[in-house]
Protein backbone atom coordinates (compact mmCIF):
# COMPACT_ATOMS: atom_id res chain seq x y z
CA UNK A 1 0.00 0.00 0.00
CA UNK A 2 1.08 3.36 -0.63
CA UNK A 3 2.82 5.67 2.11
CA UNK A 4 0.02 8.24 1.38
CA UNK A 5 -3.29 5.70 1.67
CA UNK A 6 -1.24 4.61 4.46
CA UNK A 7 -1.14 8.03 6.21
CA UNK A 8 -5.02 8.78 4.88
CA UNK A 9 -5.96 5.95 6.89
CA UNK A 10 -4.49 6.46 9.41
CA UNK A 11 -5.37 9.84 9.96
CA UNK A 12 -9.32 8.71 9.29
CA UNK A 13 -8.41 6.14 12.25
CA UNK A 14 -7.39 9.10 14.48
CA UNK A 15 -10.43 11.25 13.68
CA UNK A 16 -12.58 7.95 14.63
CA UNK A 17 -10.52 7.77 18.08
CA UNK A 18 -11.05 11.34 18.90
CA UNK A 19 -14.73 10.50 18.15
CA UNK A 20 -14.86 7.73 20.25
CA UNK A 21 -12.97 9.16 23.41
CA UNK A 22 -15.49 11.90 23.44
CA UNK A 23 -18.22 9.39 23.29
CA UNK A 24 -16.88 7.84 26.02
CA UNK A 25 -16.08 10.66 27.74
CA UNK A 26 -19.66 11.24 27.83
CA UNK A 27 -20.69 8.52 29.37
CA UNK A 28 -17.79 8.84 31.96
CA UNK A 29 -19.54 12.77 33.14
CA UNK A 30 -23.06 11.30 32.83
CA UNK A 31 -22.42 8.32 34.91
CA UNK A 32 -20.67 10.16 37.84
CA UNK A 33 -22.96 12.87 37.67
CA UNK A 34 -25.76 9.94 38.54
CA UNK A 35 -22.98 7.92 40.89
CA UNK A 36 -22.55 11.35 43.01
CA UNK A 37 -25.90 12.56 42.99
CA UNK A 38 -28.56 10.05 43.43
CA UNK A 39 -29.99 9.02 46.80
CA UNK A 40 -29.97 5.64 48.30
CA UNK A 41 -33.59 4.79 47.76
CA UNK A 42 -35.45 4.51 50.72
CA UNK A 43 -31.53 2.92 52.61
CA UNK A 44 -29.64 4.77 54.76
CA UNK A 45 -26.27 5.54 54.09
CA UNK A 46 -26.37 6.18 50.40
CA UNK A 47 -26.52 2.50 49.61
CA UNK A 48 -28.18 2.53 46.18
CA UNK A 49 -30.81 -0.42 45.30
CA UNK A 50 -28.71 -3.77 45.19
CA UNK A 51 -25.12 -2.13 46.21
CA UNK A 52 -26.47 -2.63 49.72
CA UNK A 53 -25.31 -6.74 49.02
CA UNK A 54 -22.38 -6.03 47.22
CA UNK A 55 -20.75 -3.23 48.92
CA UNK A 56 -20.84 -4.53 52.31
CA UNK A 57 -20.11 -8.07 50.72
CA UNK A 58 -16.62 -6.22 49.22
CA UNK A 59 -15.81 -4.67 52.65
CA UNK A 60 -16.12 -8.10 54.20
CA UNK A 61 -14.07 -9.55 51.96
CA UNK A 62 -11.68 -6.58 52.15
CA UNK A 63 -11.12 -6.61 55.82
CA UNK A 64 -11.65 -10.59 56.45
CA UNK A 65 -9.87 -11.90 53.94
CA UNK A 66 -7.15 -9.33 52.61
CA UNK A 67 -6.94 -8.16 56.27
CA UNK A 68 -7.21 -4.32 55.43
CA UNK A 69 -7.39 -2.60 58.30
CA UNK A 70 -8.14 1.14 57.48
CA UNK A 71 -11.02 3.36 57.32
CA UNK A 72 -14.63 1.76 56.96
CA UNK A 73 -17.75 3.21 55.76
CA UNK A 74 -20.50 1.95 57.99
CA UNK A 75 -22.79 -0.96 56.61
CA UNK A 76 -25.75 -0.76 55.08
CA UNK A 77 -27.48 -2.19 58.16
CA UNK A 78 -29.11 -4.38 55.92
CA UNK A 79 -27.26 -7.77 55.63
CA UNK A 80 -25.84 -10.28 57.88
CA UNK A 81 -22.71 -9.81 59.73
CA UNK A 82 -21.57 -12.72 58.07
CA UNK A 83 -22.68 -12.29 54.39
CA UNK A 84 -20.23 -12.38 51.70
CA UNK A 85 -22.81 -12.85 48.49
CA UNK A 86 -21.19 -16.44 47.85
CA UNK A 87 -24.41 -16.55 45.10
CA UNK A 88 -22.71 -14.68 43.17
CA UNK A 89 -18.76 -14.55 41.95
CA UNK A 90 -16.52 -12.28 43.61
CA UNK A 91 -14.51 -10.56 41.02
CA UNK A 92 -16.69 -7.31 41.11
CA UNK A 93 -16.21 -7.39 44.44
CA UNK A 94 -12.62 -7.16 45.16
CA UNK A 95 -12.40 -4.16 42.59
CA UNK A 96 -14.72 -2.91 44.97
CA UNK A 97 -12.82 -3.63 47.68
CA UNK A 98 -9.79 -2.49 45.98
CA UNK A 99 -11.72 0.81 45.03
CA UNK A 100 -12.38 1.27 48.85
CA UNK A 101 -8.39 0.33 49.55
CA UNK A 102 -7.05 2.88 47.09
CA UNK A 103 -9.24 6.01 47.35
CA UNK A 104 -11.20 5.54 50.57
CA UNK A 105 -14.43 3.65 51.34
CA UNK A 106 -17.08 6.21 50.77
CA UNK A 107 -20.01 5.87 48.33
CA UNK A 108 -18.49 7.38 44.85
CA UNK A 109 -15.39 5.10 45.49
CA UNK A 110 -17.57 2.68 45.58
CA UNK A 111 -18.88 3.51 41.82
CA UNK A 112 -15.67 4.45 40.28
CA UNK A 113 -14.83 1.01 39.12
CA UNK A 114 -17.61 1.33 36.98
CA UNK A 115 -17.71 4.67 35.92
CA UNK A 116 -14.03 3.72 34.26
CA UNK A 117 -15.64 0.35 32.85
CA UNK A 118 -19.04 2.27 30.92
CA UNK A 119 -16.71 4.78 29.79
CA UNK A 120 -14.13 2.37 28.28
CA UNK A 121 -17.08 0.65 26.55
CA UNK A 122 -17.49 2.36 23.35
CA UNK A 123 -13.51 3.08 22.89
CA UNK A 124 -12.68 -0.40 23.10
CA UNK A 125 -15.32 -1.25 20.44
CA UNK A 126 -14.23 0.80 18.17
CA UNK A 127 -10.70 0.01 18.80
CA UNK A 128 -11.43 -3.65 18.11
CA UNK A 129 -13.32 -3.14 15.00
CA UNK A 130 -11.41 -0.40 13.29
CA UNK A 131 -7.34 -1.43 14.29
CA UNK A 132 -5.44 -2.14 11.39
CA UNK A 133 -8.99 -2.24 9.44
CA UNK A 134 -9.70 0.02 6.53
CA UNK A 135 -11.76 3.25 5.87
CA UNK A 136 -15.26 1.00 6.22
CA UNK A 137 -14.92 -0.42 9.40
CA UNK A 138 -13.01 2.61 10.70
CA UNK A 139 -16.86 4.15 9.67
CA UNK A 140 -18.04 1.58 11.52
CA UNK A 141 -16.06 1.00 14.61
CA UNK A 142 -17.05 4.83 15.21
CA UNK A 143 -21.19 3.74 14.59
CA UNK A 144 -20.70 1.36 17.05
CA UNK A 145 -19.26 2.91 19.76
CA UNK A 146 -22.36 5.75 19.17
CA UNK A 147 -24.50 2.86 18.99
CA UNK A 148 -23.24 1.75 22.87
CA UNK A 149 -22.66 5.00 23.96
CA UNK A 150 -26.26 6.04 23.36
CA UNK A 151 -27.88 2.91 24.79
CA UNK A 152 -29.24 4.94 28.41
CA UNK A 153 -28.75 0.96 30.29
CA UNK A 154 -25.26 1.75 29.85
CA UNK A 155 -24.85 5.12 32.00
CA UNK A 156 -27.50 4.54 34.21
CA UNK A 157 -25.90 0.83 35.05
CA UNK A 158 -21.74 2.55 35.09
CA UNK A 159 -23.13 4.86 37.63
CA UNK A 160 -23.86 2.13 40.13
CA UNK A 161 -21.47 -0.91 42.74
CA UNK A 162 -23.81 -3.32 40.78
CA UNK A 163 -22.13 -6.44 39.43
CA UNK A 164 -23.47 -6.31 35.80
CA UNK A 165 -21.62 -3.45 34.50
CA UNK A 166 -18.60 -5.91 35.21
CA UNK A 167 -19.07 -8.87 33.01
CA UNK A 168 -20.62 -6.12 30.41
CA UNK A 169 -16.83 -4.89 30.52
CA UNK A 170 -15.46 -7.92 30.00
CA UNK A 171 -17.75 -9.43 27.51
CA UNK A 172 -17.24 -6.25 25.16
CA UNK A 173 -13.10 -7.50 24.94
CA UNK A 174 -14.55 -10.52 24.43
CA UNK A 175 -16.32 -9.76 21.65
CA UNK A 176 -14.14 -7.91 20.00
CA UNK A 177 -11.35 -10.39 19.92
CA UNK A 178 -14.22 -12.91 18.98
CA UNK A 179 -14.77 -10.76 15.74
CA UNK A 180 -10.67 -10.89 15.34
CA UNK A 181 -10.80 -14.58 15.39
CA UNK A 182 -8.72 -14.62 18.25
CA UNK A 183 -11.10 -17.20 20.28
CA UNK A 184 -8.83 -18.49 22.99
CA UNK A 185 -8.08 -14.81 24.14
CA UNK A 186 -11.64 -13.80 24.06
CA UNK A 187 -12.11 -16.97 26.05
CA UNK A 188 -9.85 -15.37 29.04
CA UNK A 189 -11.81 -12.65 29.21
CA UNK A 190 -15.28 -14.82 29.03
CA UNK A 191 -13.30 -16.36 31.66
CA UNK A 192 -12.96 -12.67 33.54
CA UNK A 193 -16.92 -12.30 33.19
CA UNK A 194 -18.09 -15.00 34.53
CA UNK A 195 -15.69 -14.34 37.50
CA UNK A 196 -17.56 -11.28 37.88
CA UNK A 197 -21.01 -12.52 37.75
CA UNK A 198 -22.57 -15.64 36.57
CA UNK A 199 -24.13 -14.49 33.14
CA UNK A 200 -20.68 -14.00 31.93
CA UNK A 201 -21.07 -17.85 31.22
CA UNK A 202 -23.77 -16.71 28.19
CA UNK A 203 -20.01 -16.20 26.30
CA UNK A 204 -18.98 -19.90 26.75
CA UNK A 205 -21.95 -20.61 24.56
CA UNK A 206 -21.03 -18.36 21.89
CA UNK A 207 -17.23 -19.27 21.69
CA UNK A 208 -18.82 -22.65 21.12
CA UNK A 209 -20.46 -22.05 18.58
CA UNK A 210 -17.94 -20.13 16.96
CA UNK A 211 -15.31 -22.84 17.12
CA UNK A 212 -17.53 -24.98 14.95
CA UNK A 213 -17.97 -22.29 12.30
CA UNK A 214 -14.64 -21.17 11.84
CA UNK A 215 -12.73 -24.30 12.29
CA UNK A 216 -13.45 -26.34 9.25
CA UNK A 217 -11.90 -29.52 10.46
CA UNK A 218 -14.24 -30.93 13.25
CA UNK A 219 -11.61 -32.09 15.47
CA UNK A 220 -9.52 -28.80 15.49
CA UNK A 221 -12.78 -27.27 16.64
CA UNK A 222 -13.31 -29.45 19.69
CA UNK A 223 -9.99 -29.25 20.32
CA UNK A 224 -10.31 -25.37 20.42
CA UNK A 225 -13.29 -25.57 22.57
CA UNK A 226 -11.70 -28.07 25.11
CA UNK A 227 -8.59 -24.79 25.62
CA UNK A 228 -11.71 -22.67 25.97
CA UNK A 229 -12.95 -24.89 28.33
CA UNK A 230 -9.93 -24.90 30.58
CA UNK A 231 -9.30 -21.15 30.14
CA UNK A 232 -12.73 -20.28 31.56
CA UNK A 233 -12.16 -22.67 34.36
CA UNK A 234 -8.46 -21.92 35.43
CA UNK A 235 -9.72 -17.74 35.15
CA UNK A 236 -12.61 -18.60 37.09
CA UNK A 237 -10.74 -21.10 39.72
CA UNK A 238 -8.12 -18.48 39.92
CA UNK A 239 -10.17 -15.88 41.08
CA UNK A 240 -11.42 -17.87 43.48
CA UNK A 241 -8.61 -19.03 45.24
CA UNK A 242 -8.23 -16.48 47.93
CA UNK A 243 -11.57 -17.40 49.17
CA UNK A 244 -10.54 -20.80 49.42
CA UNK A 245 -7.73 -20.07 51.32
CA UNK A 246 -9.66 -18.17 53.72
CA UNK A 247 -13.20 -19.96 53.77
CA UNK A 248 -11.90 -23.49 52.82
CA UNK A 249 -12.47 -25.00 49.31
CA UNK A 250 -15.72 -27.28 50.35
CA UNK A 251 -17.82 -24.53 52.19
CA UNK A 252 -16.72 -22.03 49.02
CA UNK A 253 -17.65 -25.14 46.46
CA UNK A 254 -20.86 -25.50 48.61
CA UNK A 255 -22.28 -21.53 48.34
CA UNK A 256 -21.20 -21.98 44.84
CA UNK A 257 -23.41 -24.67 44.26
CA UNK A 258 -26.14 -23.51 46.24
CA UNK A 259 -25.82 -19.66 44.08
CA UNK A 260 -26.59 -21.20 41.19
CA UNK A 261 -29.44 -23.37 42.04
CA UNK A 262 -30.65 -19.71 43.19
CA UNK A 263 -30.31 -18.59 39.92
CA UNK A 264 -33.10 -20.91 38.61
CA UNK A 265 -35.67 -19.81 41.47
CA UNK A 266 -37.82 -16.83 41.39
CA UNK A 267 -37.73 -14.19 43.77
CA UNK A 268 -40.07 -13.16 46.10
CA UNK A 269 -43.03 -10.40 44.72
CA UNK A 270 -41.54 -7.00 44.96
CA UNK A 271 -39.15 -4.67 42.74
CA UNK A 272 -40.36 -4.74 39.15
CA UNK A 273 -40.03 -8.32 36.64
CA UNK A 274 -39.45 -8.78 33.35
CA UNK A 275 -38.71 -11.28 31.15
CA UNK A 276 -35.38 -10.90 28.31
CA UNK A 277 -37.79 -9.49 25.49
CA UNK A 278 -39.12 -7.32 27.73
CA UNK A 279 -36.18 -5.37 28.62
CA UNK A 280 -35.12 -4.49 24.83
CA UNK A 281 -38.61 -2.26 24.80
CA UNK A 282 -38.30 -1.46 28.25
CA UNK A 283 -41.51 -3.39 29.54
CA UNK A 284 -41.99 -2.71 33.34
CA UNK A 285 -38.28 -1.36 34.26
CA UNK A 286 -36.49 -1.89 37.32
CA UNK A 287 -36.59 1.15 40.05
CA UNK A 288 -33.01 1.39 41.20
CA UNK A 289 -33.66 4.81 43.59
CA UNK A 290 -36.53 6.99 44.01
CA UNK A 291 -34.29 10.20 45.08
CA UNK A 292 -34.36 11.11 42.04
CA UNK A 293 -35.85 8.48 39.91
CA UNK A 294 -33.52 6.25 38.16
CA UNK A 295 -34.71 3.62 36.03
CA UNK A 296 -32.88 0.82 34.61
CA UNK A 297 -33.97 1.86 30.97
CA UNK A 298 -32.53 0.65 27.96
CA UNK A 299 -32.55 3.02 24.61
CA UNK A 300 -35.27 0.71 22.64
CA UNK A 301 -33.60 2.48 19.84
CA UNK A 302 -30.60 1.05 19.40
CA UNK A 303 -31.56 -2.49 21.43
CA UNK A 304 -34.60 -3.21 18.72
CA UNK A 305 -32.43 -2.98 15.31
CA UNK A 306 -29.62 -4.79 17.25
CA UNK A 307 -32.13 -7.83 17.50
CA UNK A 308 -33.43 -8.03 14.60
CA UNK A 309 -30.02 -7.50 13.81
CA UNK A 310 -28.57 -9.92 15.25
CA UNK A 311 -30.96 -12.50 14.75
CA UNK A 312 -31.39 -11.79 10.76
CA UNK A 313 -27.37 -12.83 10.83
CA UNK A 314 -27.91 -15.70 13.08
CA UNK A 315 -30.84 -17.05 11.05
CA UNK A 316 -28.57 -16.66 7.85
CA UNK A 317 -25.78 -18.06 9.26
CA UNK A 318 -28.18 -21.31 10.30
CA UNK A 319 -29.64 -21.64 7.05
CA UNK A 320 -28.08 -19.93 4.12
CA UNK A 321 -24.67 -18.33 4.48
CA UNK A 322 -22.17 -19.87 6.82
CA UNK A 323 -19.66 -17.48 6.18
CA UNK A 324 -21.94 -14.90 8.36
CA UNK A 325 -21.46 -16.52 11.37
CA UNK A 326 -18.12 -15.41 12.25
CA UNK A 327 -20.42 -12.25 12.97
CA UNK A 328 -19.19 -12.56 16.31
CA UNK A 329 -21.37 -9.54 17.74
CA UNK A 330 -24.39 -11.14 16.65
CA UNK A 331 -23.25 -14.42 18.14
CA UNK A 332 -22.80 -13.14 21.31
CA UNK A 333 -25.87 -11.10 21.60
CA UNK A 334 -28.38 -14.33 20.49
CA UNK A 335 -26.45 -16.46 22.69
CA UNK A 336 -26.88 -14.08 25.12
CA UNK A 337 -30.55 -13.99 25.02
CA UNK A 338 -30.79 -17.26 24.70
CA UNK A 339 -29.29 -18.02 27.53
CA UNK A 340 -30.99 -15.81 30.24
CA UNK A 341 -34.75 -16.97 28.37
CA UNK A 342 -32.99 -21.11 29.41
CA UNK A 343 -32.88 -18.88 32.83
CA UNK A 344 -36.15 -17.93 32.99
CA UNK A 345 -37.92 -21.13 31.68
CA UNK A 346 -36.13 -23.12 34.09
CA UNK A 347 -38.12 -21.11 36.68
CA UNK A 348 -36.50 -17.86 37.56
CA UNK A 349 -39.49 -15.57 37.00
CA UNK A 350 -38.16 -12.53 38.50
CA UNK A 351 -35.72 -11.25 35.95
CA UNK A 352 -34.60 -7.60 36.53
CA UNK A 353 -34.00 -5.04 33.74
CA UNK A 354 -30.53 -4.15 34.64
CA UNK A 355 -29.15 -7.15 33.90
CA UNK A 356 -30.10 -6.13 30.23
CA UNK A 357 -26.55 -4.00 30.25
CA UNK A 358 -24.83 -7.03 29.59
CA UNK A 359 -26.75 -7.18 25.70
CA UNK A 360 -24.95 -3.76 25.16
CA UNK A 361 -21.71 -4.32 23.81
CA UNK A 362 -22.65 -7.33 21.63
CA UNK A 363 -26.02 -4.96 20.62
CA UNK A 364 -23.37 -2.32 19.12
CA UNK A 365 -21.15 -4.39 17.50
CA UNK A 366 -24.47 -6.68 16.13
CA UNK A 367 -25.56 -3.08 14.77
CA UNK A 368 -22.22 -2.69 12.70
CA UNK A 369 -21.91 -6.05 11.54
CA UNK A 370 -25.72 -5.49 9.77
CA UNK A 371 -24.63 -2.69 8.56
CA UNK A 372 -21.57 -4.05 6.99
CA UNK A 373 -23.83 -6.91 5.84
CA UNK A 374 -26.79 -4.65 3.93
CA UNK A 375 -23.97 -2.65 2.13
CA UNK A 376 -22.57 -6.00 0.76
CA UNK A 377 -19.49 -6.36 2.86
CA UNK A 378 -17.81 -9.77 4.55
CA UNK A 379 -16.09 -10.09 7.87
CA UNK A 380 -13.75 -12.63 5.48
CA UNK A 381 -13.37 -16.54 5.29
CA UNK A 382 -15.15 -18.75 7.67
CA UNK A 383 -11.64 -21.24 7.47
CA UNK A 384 -8.97 -19.87 9.43
CA UNK A 385 -5.27 -20.79 10.56
CA UNK A 386 -6.00 -23.87 12.83
CA UNK A 387 -3.00 -22.27 14.79
CA UNK A 388 -4.54 -18.85 15.47
CA UNK A 389 -4.97 -17.96 19.06
Given at each position: ?6 N ?12 SI????M ?5 YH???Y ?9 Y????V????S??R ?12 Y ?20 Y ?22 M ?44 M?D??PA ?8 LA?R?R ?11 S ?13 V ?16 I ?11 F ?10 G?L ?61 SI????I??K ?29 L?S ?18 N??I ?7 K ?6
Amino acid sequence: MKPSRINKRMIAFVIGLLASIGFSIMVGLSSYHIALYTGGGGYKNSYISDEVYYVDSARRILVHVFAYSGHLYPYSGNTNPNYYNFEHPPLAKYIIGLSMALIGDKPINWRIPSIVMASLIPLIIYLGLSWNRGYKWISLGVFAALAASSDKILITMGSLAMLDIYPAFFLAIAIVLASRKRLLLSALFVGLASSAKETGLFGFLALVFLSFSLYANKKVAMKKIGEIVLIIIGVIFVVYVPLFAHFGFLQVLHETINGYKWDLQSRPPGPPTSNPSGWIINANPFILSYSPLLLAETSSIIEVPAMVSAFSIFISCILYKRKHCVNAGSIFYVFIFIGFWLVYLAGNHTLYSFYSIIFTPAAAVSLAEGVNLVIGGSNGSVKIDNNAV
